[in-house]
């Protein structure tokens, strides 16, 4: 268990649909990273927060957006959703600052749009 | 940005055998190399890392060895046990400075098969 937790586990939804995951990170740690992992496109870095701020953008579709909270927990929010948006979503976190340290992931959130 | 090449994209050993995945790296400021097994369905779990200003890393039957010049960077496992079958990503990112560091750059993954 690497403390980074991830709700929900499955999500199923129709394309057009919007969903909201969320990731609260381990204690203590200030930055969350939010990562897409399919078949064809591998592991893929979305956005980093650092403590309430928007640190860096991947290659993140406008659909989606994201946000982290005072208490640090984040939530990715993916909307006019596409078949091509079935993924597994994994938070990860780290202890964040100037310097980037280890990440730990969370068990993920899959999931599959219809 | 960063572009991470991982080979091979299989690997198929014997139990006992050693097994090496190779990674390349394109952005010369990279200077902090994370390896993640991820189990089938499972979370990415970091098995060992390795920092620019050290040339190798081991970790009982894993190391890790980086050549900064030719920006490569390679997953040694000795004596691999059936458990060890996975698939295994290399990463690479800043430790610090710019807009980039702590964004992870994952290679495609190699899928390990170690055969009993």
């Known amino acids: 268990d690497s403390g980074v937790t991830q709700t929900p586990k499955h999500l199923i939804t129709a394309t057009g649909q919007r969903v909201t995951l969320r990731c609260s990170p381990r204690s203590g740690d200030l930055s969350v990273y939010w990562y897409q992992q399919s078949l064809d496109q591998g592991l893929q870095f979305l956005i980093h927060y650092y403590n309430g701020e928007e640190r860096a953008k991947g290659n993140i579709l406008e659909r989606f957006s994201a946000q982290q909270f005072p208490d640090l927990h984040s939530e990715l929010n993916l909307s006019s959703l596409e078949l091509g948006d079935s993924a597994l979503y994994f938070c990860a976190s780290s202890v964040g600052g100037l310097a980037a340290n280890e990440q730990f992931f969370g068990p993920g959130t899959r999931l599959t749009v219809l | 940005g960063e572009n991470v090449e991982q080979h091979p994209s299989t690997l198929s050993v014997q139990e006992g055998d050693s097994a090496v995945i190779k990674c390349t790296y394109s952005d010369s400021a990279s200077n902090y190399f994370p390896w993640y097994k991820q189990e089938l369905g499972k979370r990415p779990q970091l098995i060992i890392d390795?920092?620019?200003?050290?040339g190798e890393k081991k970790d009982q039957r894993i190391a890790v060895t980086l050549n900064k010049t030719a920006k490569h960077f390679s997953l040694h496992i000795t004596e691999t046990q059936p458990e060890d079958s996975a698939v295994y990503f290399c990463a690479a990112t800043r430790l610090a400075g710019g807009t980039s560091y702590g964004k992870l750059t994952f290679g495609q993954g190699t899928i390990l098969t170690v055969h009993p």
């Open positions: 390795i920092r620019s200003n050290v």
